[in-house]
T-cell receptor, first 115, second 113 residues
């Protein structure tokens, strides 16, 4: 079945460092791809998404490009802030019979930014 | 404001007891979902519902039950048959369209004593 693999965490960086969190996927069709962020004690929030190959999603300085040839959707940010400390989840849509969609999530990557 | 409300935020249960987690949304979304989150693991799908009076098992439905009597509400019952119920439970609804994103509640943390 479809699956998502994220780089192992935790990741610790200094403020203003460059961030990359790797995400690769396995899918039989043409899924949409998502990055969600979870702050401590909260639910998940959509950070960005891309719905077809070569699309670039961006939000709050974060970017990710849907690369079909490498089945990847890596998350990047040029200069991280302490407030970016959170857990980041890569996910893909998984259409099933009947039109419902399930999101398949990676295991999450905990990011800590030190001042 | 529109959104998803989960309650209670924290819940403690003795072994052998059933508990019900509430999930209400005022986003007018048709599809709703329950996920379970454990430390170091991603989210795993328990149940989902596309429309009122219809729901489907997800990947880890054993020991759980749901109902969908109203569009706005999708409660999850954790039964005594669930062997390891201590976890963080997240409810979500899906926006319109084929690529609709999921909107999540703030979660309910269940601890079995």
């Amino acid at each position: 079945g479809n699956s998502v693999t994220q780089m192992e965490g935790p990741v610790t960086l200094s403020e203003e460092a460059f961030l990359t969190i790797n995400c690769t996927y396995t899918a039989t069709g043409y899924p949409s791809l998502f990055w969600y962020v979870q702050y401590p004690g909260e639910g998940l929030q959509l950070l960005l998404k891309a719905t077809k190959a070569d699309d670039k999603g961006s939000n709050k300085g974060f970017e990710a490009t849907y690369r079909k040839e490498t089945t990847s959707f890596h998350l990047e940010k040029g200069s991280v802030q302490v407030s970016d400390s959170a857990v980041y989840f890569c996910a893909l849509s998984d259409p099933v019979l009947g039109g419902a969609q399930k999101l398949v999530f990676g295991q999450g990557t905990r990011l800590t930014i030190n001042p | 404001d529109g959104g998803i409300t989960q309650s209670p935020k924290y819940l403690f249960r003795k072994e052998g007891q059933n508990v019900t987690l509430s999930c209400e949304q005022n986003l007018n979304h048709d599809a709703m979902y329950w996920y379970r989150q454990d430390p170091g693991q991603g989210l795993r799908l328990i149940y989902y519902s596309q429309i009122v009076n219809d729901f489907q098992k997800g990947d880890i439905a054993e020991g759980y039950s749901v109902s969908r009597e109203k569009k706005e509400s999708f409660p999850l019952t954790v039964t005594s048959a669930q062997k390891n119920p201590t976890a963080f439970y997240l409810c979500a609804s899906r926006g319109p369209g084929y690529t609709g994103e999921l909107f999540f509640g703030e979660g309910s943390r269940l601890t079995v004593l």
